[in-house]
T-cell receptor, first 112, second 118 residues
Framework: AQTVTQSQPEMSVQEAETVTLSCTYDTSESDYYLFWYKQPPSRQMILVIRQEAYKQQNATENRFSVNFQKAAKSFSLKISDSQLGDAAMYFCASYNFNKFYFGSGTKLNVKP | GAVVSQHPSWVICKSGTSVKIECRSLDFQATTMFWYRQFPKQSLMLMATSNEGSKATYEQGVEKDKFLINHASLTLSTLTVTSAHPEDSSFYIC??????????????FGQGTRLTVV
């Protein structure tokens, strides 16, 4: 089985500042996908960003970018110019063999 | 993005009764649907994986007879909590993946169902 570890239960960032959320994973496979999902208070899971393991280039989506270190099995999420609406739980996830594995989540607080 | 609709959003039921939760993919065919349970301030715990037309695959520790999953069509999966007890109270989330192309590696989530058993 795969495991996904998020070592930061909670983080805070000042509005307009940059924050990085950490994620490590464990897999023996060479072909897999990694995701960051956001869960706001409404509890609707929202895809933030996706990375294919075979791609060396880090994925970016507007203010969100990842630092994918395949050898280190690390997949961190950087949020630039943080906004109040970014406050939520963030889950790192891996996908392989038709199954998603989720980390324990990081609660992000954004201070005005 | 694709839309997954989960119904109801919240339900209260009496202990000993059964509750059915529906998960529909509105604009794509979902070959695989997942059912999760989420406790407060915790991550999503995978309960089972269902493929259209076949029996669901349950995760270890999940009671098959209590949590009945049916994936009768490519757009609908249901989770029935049978003989519900207060300890079954939780937030249940479904997700669905399309079956073709690169999109099948993305999970689209329903809005979740808050079940309270009294």
């Amino acid at each position: 089985a795969q495991t996904v570890t998020q070592s930061q239960p909670e983080m805070s960032v000042q509005e307009a500042e940059t924050v990085t959320l950490s994620c490590t994973y464990d897999t023996s496979e060479s072909d897999y996908y990694l995701f960051w999902y956001k869960q706001p208070p409404s509890r609707q899971m929202i895809l933030v960003i996706r990375q294919e393991a075979y791609k060396q280039q880090n994925a970016t989506e507007n203010r969100f970018s990842v630092n994918f270190q395949k050898a280190a099995k690390s997949f961190s999420l950087k949020i630039s110019d943080s906004q109040l609406g970014d406050a939520a739980m963030y889950f790192c996830a891996s996908y392989n063999f038709n199954k998603f594995y989720f980390g324990s989540g990081t609660k992000l607080n954004v201070k005005p | 993005g694709a839309v997954v609709s989960q119904h109801p959003s919240w339900v209260i039921c009496k202990s000993g009764t059964s509750v059915k939760i529906e998960c529909r993919s509105l604009d794509f065919q979902a070959t695989t649907m997942f059912w999760y349970r989420q406790f407060p301030k915790q991550s999503l715990m995978l309960m089972a994986t269902s493929n259209e037309g076949s029996k669901a695959t349950y995760e270890q520790g999940v009671e098959k007879d209590k949590f009945l999953i049916n994936h009768a069509s490519l757009t609908l999966s249901t989770l029935t909590v049978t003989s519900a007890h207060p300890e079954d109270s939780s937030f249940y989330i479904c997700s669905a993946t399309p079956g073709t192309g690169a999109r099948d590696t993305e999970a689209f989530f329903g809005q979740g169902t808050r079940l309270t058993v009294v």
